[in-house]
């Protein structure tokens, strides 16, 4: 090493790639356990349209089946284990499933809950809700809504009425919800 160049300089040209930091690693076996935990709270019919490799399946039974807290915690951690032999490429289609799902579900949730919104605003006689959704949507039959409208009012009022208008209210809005959806898609 010459005098004129500095210690820190020297290293920087021979720095060698020693691969990810240990905090990286740490945070890569912590990004498999969180997967490996959706994958066991997953429901086995949307469980079963993944690609998965068999040992991992297996493990997934396994831990399903373990009853004990202490006992879950150990297998769902050697489920995470067993997941990082394999490379990051072999979830890749799974963890794009899962979140596209989460996305999904999270959007017709929200639509739900703006459905049943505008079906309360019906019922708590909100004419302004009732003229909203007959400008919204001109097709709608405006006189079986209004005696929708009526009898949900009545059953809310009687104690031990079925509510079948509330859900006929509801399912009228979902069908005229769903042509709307397909148009903006």
Known sequence: MSPSR??????LD??????????QQRRDALAVLVLAQQLVDLQPSRLAKLA?????RHEIDVTRRTPSHGAKKRQL??????????G???????????????EK???????MHRLEAMRDRLIAEDEGAL????????????QHL???VRQARIEKDVPNKPPRAYREIFQLLKDLAKPDDSAEA
């Open 6 to 11: 500095s210690r820190n300089q020297y290293e």
């Open 14 to 23: 021979d720095e060698e790639d020693y691969g990810p930091s240990r905090t």
């Open 52 to 56: 998965l490799p068999d040992d991992v």
């Open 77 to 86: 951690a050697f489920l995470a284990k067993v997941m990082r032999r394999y």
């Open 88 to 102: 990051d490429d072999d979830f890749a289609a799974v963890r794009a499933e899962l979140g596209e799902n989460r």
């Open 105 to 111: 579900q999270r959007q017709e949730n929200a639509a």
């Open 131 to 142: 003229s909203e959704l007959i400008a919204e949507h001109p097709q709608v039959d405006r």
């Open 146 to 148: 209004r005696s929708l």
